[in-house]
C-alpha cells in the first residue's frame, strides 16, 4: 500500500536560510506520526510544505498520493489542519466559522456535526462569541473542530496540545488514538516528547532542517530507552557536528 | 519618552524595510522627490493658464489630505492594540510588560506616526521643490516657506482626523452633533462673511501673508484638536463579551448571487461587526470627497463647472478604489491558509465584495452631480468614477495582491502604481477637454481592469503569501 505522506529529498529554503534540508520520509497509513525537534528545527515548514501553504524550493512529496506541488489545494480538500498560530476570523464568532468553514468544504449538516465539537471539547458556551474574544485555549479547540469536522482521513497538527488544560489535553490525547483507530492517519509536530512518547507510534527528529533518525516508540522501548534521553543525545551530537 | 520615540522609530524602519529590502523602502521617499522635483518644471505651463495661487491651493489640499488619512488614530483603539500590534510583539503592545501605561505609549505612537510620515513624505517633496527652484528663478525662501504650511497643512489634517475619531471612537451622538454644529457654523461664516477656503485655511493664509499671529492660529489648530484627542482616547473599553445570534448562513443564502458567498459574507460581517464600515466611509471616503469638493469649487471662476465635477468624478473613482483596502485590512492570509481556498479565489471574492462596495462611490456621484446642477452629464461622471475606480483596482491587485496596506510602501510598487494610474487620468483629463462626452470612452478602462486581475491571478498564484 502506498504511504500515506511521501517526502523526497524535500528541501525549503527562505533566502540563504535552509529550513528544510534534504528531507526524506514516508508515513504509513494509520500510523500516529510525530515530527519532533527543537524550536526552530524546521517543523513548521515541514508541516507547511506538506499541506501546499508553502511551496518547496526543491525535491518533492505527495499526501494521499496528490503531489503537494501541483495540487496544493487538492491536498488541502482531503486533509485536516490546525497550523501552530489559531487565527480563525476576527469578526466571526465560532459558530459562524464552523459555518463558513463547512460552506468552504461543502460539508453537509455542519451545525449538527459541530453540535458534538461543542460539547466534546467544553466550549458550547462560547459559540456565539466572536473569534477574537475567545482566549488562545478557545480558539485551539474551535481551530481542532475544523480541521475534524469533514473527518479527513489524514490530519496534520502543529503543536496539538500546547494551549490546552491538561483535562483537555487528556480529552485530546484520547481522541487522537481513537481516531488513528479507525484507520486514519494523524501527523503532528511537536517539541513536548512526552506527548510523542505517550501517543505517537512512529516518530523523525528534525534539527537545523534535517533529518536525524525515524523509527517507532517500541523500538525504543524494546532498547529500554527513553525518548527524551535519545532525543537529546541525537540533538547534542548533531550540534558538536 | 525620547528613548521610547526612537526606539519606535527604528522598529517602524525596520518593518518596512525588512518587507521590502532597506533599499527599496529607502527609495520610498527619494521617489517623493523625484516627482516633486521634475512636476516644479510644469509648475510655469500651470501657471500661464491658471490664476496664481491656485496651484498653491492644490498643493497643499493634497498635504491636507494625506494628513487626513493618516490620522484616523481614534478609530484604531483596542483594535491597533491587538489585531495590529497583538501579534506582531511591537514596542506598542508593551504596556502589558513594561512600566508605561497605555496612554504614554499612545501619545508617543502618534508623535512617532506623525514624524515618520513628515521625513517619509512631506520632507522629500519640499526638499525636491527646494532643489528645482533655482532653476525655476524661485527664491529660496518661498521652498522655506512652504515647508513650513504644507507641514501644518498635514498636521492640521491630521489633528482634525484624530479628533474627530477620538470623539467618533468615544460617543457617536457627540461626534453627529459636533459635525452638524461644524457644517452650520461653516455654512453661516460662508454665506454672511463670504469667507474663502484661503480664510479658514491658516496654513494657506500663511503662504499667501505671513504673520506670527496666523502661525500662531495655525498651530493653535492643530494644538488643541490634538490634546484633546490625547485626552480623549482611551483603550479601556468595557470588557463585555458580546454575544452574536449567527447570522452567517442566512447572510450567504441571501449572497447567493456573488460567485463566492462564503467570502462576501465573511466581507460583509467583517466590515459590520468591526466598526470600519461606518469609520471609514467616513474618514476615508466622505470627508476627504467633501474637503476637495470644496477646494475644487474654487476653481469655478477659471473653468466650467462640467469640467469640474468630471474632473472630481476621477478623483471619487481614485479614492473608491482605496475600498480594496477596507476589505483586505481586517484579515491575514493565514486565516484561510488551512482551507483549500486558492489566492485567485480570495482576490475574486474580495473582487466581488469591492465590487458591490462600489454602490457608494456611485450613489455619491449621483447626488454631487444633481446638487452642482449637472444632471445631464451624470453618465459621464458615473462612468468615470466606476472605470477609474475599476481600473486602480486591477492595478492595485496585480502590483499588492492581498495586501495594498502593506506592500504599497515599497516604492517599485508605488511607482508603477503612480505610473499606470496616470496614464490613465490624464487620458481622461484630455478627453474631458476636448468634450466631456467622450469621456464615456472610459469605459474602457474596464478592459485593462480585466487584464490587470487576470494577471494578478497568475502573479500571486505562485508567490510565497505574506502573513501580514
Same mark, same amino acid.
Given at each position: 500500500?502506498?504511504?500515506?505522506?511521501?517526502?523526497?529529498?524535500?528541501?525549503?529554503?527562505?533566502?540563504?536560510?535552509?529550513?528544510?534540508?534534504?528531507?526524506?520520509?514516508?508515513?504509513?497509513?494509520?500510523?500516529?506520526?510525530?515530527?519532533?525537534?527543537?524550536?526552530?528545527?524546521?517543523?513548521?515548514?515541514?508541516?507547511?510544505?506538506?499541506?501546499?501553504?508553502?511551496?518547496?524550493?526543491?525535491?518533492?512529496?505527495?499526501?494521499?498520493?496528490?503531489?503537494?506541488?501541483?495540487?496544493?489545494?487538492?491536498?488541502?480538500?482531503?486533509?485536516?489542519?490546525?497550523?501552530?498560530?489559531?487565527?480563525?476570523?476576527?469578526?466571526?464568532?465560532?459558530?459562524?466559522?464552523?459555518?463558513?468553514?463547512?460552506?468552504?468544504?461543502?460539508?453537509?449538516?455542519?451545525?449538527?456535526?459541530?453540535?458534538?465539537?461543542?460539547?466534546?471539547?467544553?466550549?458550547?458556551?462560547?459559540?456565539?462569541?466572536?473569534?477574537?474574544?475567545?482566549?488562545?485555549?478557545?480558539?485551539?479547540?474551535?481551530?481542532?473542530?475544523?480541521?475534524?469536522?469533514?473527518?479527513?482521513?489524514?490530519?496534520?497538527?502543529?503543536?496539538?496540545?500546547?494551549?490546552?488544560?491538561?483535562?483537555?489535553?487528556?480529552?485530546?490525547?484520547?481522541?487522537?488514538?481513537?481516531?488513528?483507530?479507525?484507520?486514519?492517519?494523524?501527523?503532528?509536530?511537536?517539541?513536548?516528547?512526552?506527548?510523542?512518547?505517550?501517543?505517537?507510534?512512529?516518530?523523525?527528529?528534525?534539527?537545523?532542517?534535517?533529518?536525524?533518525?525515524?523509527?517507532?516508540?517500541?523500538?525504543?522501548?524494546?532498547?529500554?530507552?527513553?525518548?527524551?534521553?535519545?532525543?537529546?543525545?541525537?540533538?547534542?551530537?548533531?550540534?558538536?557536528? | 519618552?525620547?528613548?521610547?520615540?526612537?526606539?519606535?522609530?527604528?522598529?517602524?524602519?525596520?518593518?518596512?524595510?525588512?518587507?521590502?529590502?532597506?533599499?527599496?523602502?529607502?527609495?520610498?521617499?527619494?521617489?517623493?522627490?523625484?516627482?516633486?522635483?521634475?512636476?516644479?518644471?510644469?509648475?510655469?505651463?500651470?501657471?500661464?493658464?491658471?490664476?496664481?495661487?491656485?496651484?498653491?491651493?492644490?498643493?497643499?489640499?493634497?498635504?491636507?489630505?494625506?494628513?487626513?488619512?493618516?490620522?484616523?488614530?481614534?478609530?484604531?483603539?483596542?483594535?491597533?492594540?491587538?489585531?495590529?500590534?497583538?501579534?506582531?510583539?511591537?514596542?506598542?503592545?508593551?504596556?502589558?510588560?513594561?512600566?508605561?501605561?497605555?496612554?504614554?505609549?499612545?501619545?508617543?505612537?502618534?508623535?512617532?506616526?506623525?514624524?515618520?510620515?513628515?521625513?517619509?513624505?512631506?520632507?522629500?517633496?519640499?526638499?525636491?521643490?527646494?532643489?528645482?527652484?533655482?532653476?525655476?528663478?524661485?527664491?529660496?525662501?518661498?521652498?522655506?516657506?512652504?515647508?513650513?504650511?504644507?507641514?501644518?497643512?498635514?498636521?492640521?489634517?491630521?489633528?482634525?482626523?484624530?479628533?474627530?475619531?477620538?470623539?467618533?471612537?468615544?460617543?457617536?451622538?457627540?461626534?453627529?452633533?459636533?459635525?452638524?454644529?461644524?457644517?452650520?457654523?461653516?455654512?453661516?461664516?460662508?454665506?454672511?462673511?463670504?469667507?474663502?477656503?484661503?480664510?479658514?485655511?491658516? /496654513?494657506?493664509? &500663511?503662504?499667501?501673508?505671513? @504673520?506670527?499671529? #496666523?502661525? !500662531?492660529?495655525?498651530?493653535?489648530? %492643530?494644538? $488643541?484638536?490634538?490634546?484633546?484627542?490625547?485626552?480623549?482616547?482611551?483603550?479601556?473599553?468595557?470588557?463585555?463579551?458580546?454575544?452574536?445570534?449567527?447570522?452567517?448562513?442566512?447572510?450567504?443564502?441571501?449572497?447567493?448571487?456573488?460567485?463566492?458567498?462564503?467570502?462576501?459574507?465573511?466581507?460583509?460581517?467583517?466590515?459590520?461587526?468591526?466598526?470600519?464600515?461606518?469609520?471609514?466611509?467616513?474618514?476615508?471616503?466622505?470627508?476627504?470627497?467633501?474637503?476637495?469638493?470644496?477646494?475644487?469649487?474654487?476653481?469655478?471662476?477659471?473653468?466650467?463647472?462640467?469640467?469640474?465635477?468630471?474632473?472630481?468624478?476621477?478623483?471619487?473613482?481614485?479614492?473608491?478604489?482605496?475600498?480594496?483596502?477596507?476589505?483586505?485590512?481586517?484579515?491575514?492570509?493565514?486565516?484561510?491558509?488551512?482551507?483549500?481556498?486558492?489566492? /485567485?479565489?480570495? &482576490?475574486?471574492?474580495?473582487? @466581488?465584495?469591492? #465590487?458591490? !462596495?462600489?454602490?457608494?462611490?456611485? %450613489?455619491? $456621484?449621483?447626488?454631487?452631480?444633481?446638487?452642482?446642477?449637472?444632471?445631464?452629464?451624470?453618465?459621464?461622471?458615473?462612468?468615470?468614477?466606476?472605470?477609474?475606480?475599476?481600473?486602480?483596482?486591477?492595478?492595485?491587485?496585480?502590483?499588492?495582491?492581498?495586501?495594498?496596506?502593506?506592500?504599497?510602501?515599497?516604492?517599485?510598487?508605488?511607482?508603477?502604481?503612480?505610473?499606470?494610474?496616470?496614464?490613465?487620468?490624464?487620458?481622461?483629463?484630455?478627453?474631458?477637454?476636448?468634450?466631456?462626452?467622450?469621456?464615456?470612452?472610459?469605459?474602457?478602462?474596464?478592459?485593462?481592469?480585466?487584464?490587470?486581475?487576470?494577471?494578478?491571478?497568475?502573479?500571486?498564484?505562485?508567490?510565497?503569501?505574506?502573513?501580514?
Amino acid at each position: 500500500m502506498a504511504p500515506v505522506i511521501e517526502a523526497r529529498a524535500l528541501t525549503k529554503m527562505y533566502g540563504d536560510t535552509i529550513a528544510v534540508d534534504h528531507v526524506t520520509l514516508s508515513v504509513e497509513k494509520g500510523a500516529l506520526f510525530g515530527l519532533l525537534g527543537p524550536n526552530g528545527s524546521g517543523k513548521t515548514t515541514m508541516i507547511k510544505v506538506l499541506t501546499g501553504q508553502t511551496r518547496q524550493s526543491a525535491g518533492s512529496a505527495t499526501v494521499l498520493g496528490i503531489d503537494v506541488e501541483h495540487d496544493p489545494i487538492g491536498v488541502r480538500e482531503h486533509v485536516g489542519i490546525i497550523p501552530e498560530q489559531e487565527t480563525p476570523p476576527s469578526f466571526l464568532t465560532a459558530t459562524e466559522y464552523l459555518d463558513f468553514v463547512g460552506a468552504i468544504r461543502k460539508i453537509p449538516d455542519v451545525q449538527k456535526k459541530a453540535d458534538g465539537w461543542f460539547d466534546l471539547l467544553e466550549f458550547d458556551d462560547q459559540r456565539d462569541v466572536l473569534c477574537k474574544d475567545l482566549s488562545r485555549g478557545t480558539r485551539q479547540k474551535l481551530m481542532f473542530t475544523q480541521a475534524f469536522l469533514h473527518r479527513p482521513s489524514l490530519a496534520l497538527i502543529d503543536e496539538p496540545l500546547i494551549n490546552f488544560d491538561p483535562i483537555m489535553q487528556r480529552k485530546v490525547k484520547d481522541f487522537l488514538i481513537g481516531y488513528v483507530k479507525e484507520g486514519n492517519t494523524i501527523f503532528i509536530s511537536t517539541h513536548i516528547l512526552d506527548i510523542a512518547e505517550e501517543i505517537c507510534s512512529e516518530f523523525a527528529i528534525l534539527n537545523r532542517g534535517t533529518l536525524l533518525f525515524t523509527g517507532t516508540v517500541a523500538e525504543l522501548k524494546a532498547r529500554d530507552q527513553h525518548l527524551d534521553d535519545f532525543f537529546l543525545s541525537l540533538v547534542r551530537a548533531d550540534r558538536h557536528v | 519618552m525620547f528613548e521610547l520615540f526612537t526606539n519606535m522609530m527604528r522598529e517602524e524602519w525596520r518593518v518596512h524595510s525588512t518587507l521590502f529590502g532597506s533599499l527599496s523602502f529607502a527609495l520610498y521617499p527619494v521617489m517623493i522627490f523625484v516627482i516633486a522635483f521634475m512636476g516644479s518644471f510644469v509648475l510655469p505651463f500651470f501657471a500661464a493658464g491658471i490664476p496664481p495661487g491656485y496651484p498653491s491651493i492644490i498643493i497643499h489640499a493634497i498635504f491636507l489630505l494625506l494628513g487626513i488619512m493618516v490620522g484616523g488614530f481614534g478609530l484604531m483603539g483596542r483594535e491597533v492594540m491587538n489585531r495590529r500590534f497583538g501579534q506582531a510583539s511591537l514596542l506598542a503592545y508593551s504596556a502589558r510588560s513594561l512600566p508605561i501605561t497605555e496612554r504614554h505609549i499612545f501619545v508617543v505612537f502618534v508623535i512617532k506616526d506623525t514624524v515618520y510620515y513628515l521625513i517619509l513624505c512631506v520632507l522629500p517633496f519640499v526638499f525636491g521643490f527646494t532643489v528645482a527652484s533655482p532653476f525655476l528663478h524661485i527664491p529660496l525662501a518661498l521652498p522655506l516657506l512652504l515647508f513650513l504650511t504644507l507641514t501644518l497643512a498635514f498636521l492640521t489634517g491630521l489633528a482634525l482626523i484624530f479628533f474627530l475619531s477620538t470623539v467618533y471612537a468615544r460617543s457617536k451622538h457627540v461626534f453627529i452633533l459636533l459635525c452638524i454644529c461644524g457644517i452650520l457654523a461653516g455654512t453661516t461664516l460662508y454665506l454672511s462673511h463670504s469667507l474663502t477656503p484661503v480664510s479658514l485655511f491658516p /496654513p494657506l493664509q &500663511l503662504f499667501y501673508l505671513f @504673520s506670527w499671529e #496666523t502661525l !500662531l492660529v495655525a498651530c493653535a489648530v %492643530i494644538l $488643541i484638536p490634538s490634546v484633546i484627542a490625547a485626552m480623549l482616547f482611551t483603550t479601556e473599553f468595557a470588557d463585555t463579551t458580546r454575544k452574536y445570534k449567527p447570522l452567517f448562513t442566512s447572510l450567504a443564502r441571501r449572497l447567493s448571487f456573488f460567485p463566492y458567498p462564503p467570502l462576501a459574507t465573511k466581507d460583509l460581517l467583517d466590515l459590520e461587526r468591526s466598526g470600519s464600515f461606518v469609520g471609514q466611509v467616513l474618514f476615508s471616503f466622505l470627508i476627504p470627497l467633501c474637503l476637495l469638493w470644496f477646494l475644487l469649487s474654487i476653481l469655478t471662476r477659471i473653468l466650467p463647472a462640467v469640467s469640474i465635477l468630471l474632473v472630481f468624478s476621477i478623483l471619487t473613482g481614485v479614492i473608491a478604489a482605496m475600498m480594496y483596502t477596507w476589505l483586505t485590512m481586517l484579515d491575514t492570509f493565514n486565516t484561510y491558509s488551512c482551507l483549500p481556498i486558492s489566492v /485567485p479565489t480570495l &482576490l475574486s471574492g474580495k473582487i @466581488s465584495s469591492f #465590487t458591490a !462596495l462600489q454602490l457608494i462611490p456611485a %450613489i455619491f $456621484i449621483a447626488i454631487v452631480s444633481i446638487a452642482a446642477g449637472g444632471l445631464a452629464y451624470l453618465v459621464p461622471a458615473l462612468v468615470i468614477c466606476l472605470s477609474v475606480s475599476f481600473y486602480t483596482l486591477g492595478v492595485t491587485c496585480w502590483l499588492t495582491g492581498l495586501s495594498p496596506n502593506v506592500l504599497i510602501y515599497d516604492a517599485k510598487v508605488l511607482v508603477s502604481w503612480f505610473v499606470l494610474v496616470v496614464i490613465a487620468l490624464f487620458a481622461i483629463i484630455v478627453l474631458i477637454v476636448i468634450n466631456p462626452f467622450y469621456t464615456l470612452a472610459s469605459s474602457a478602462l474596464f478592459l485593462p481592469a480585466w487584464g490587470f486581475v487576470k494577471l494578478s491571478y497568475a502573479k500571486w498564484n505562485t508567490r510565497e503569501q505574506p502573513g501580514f
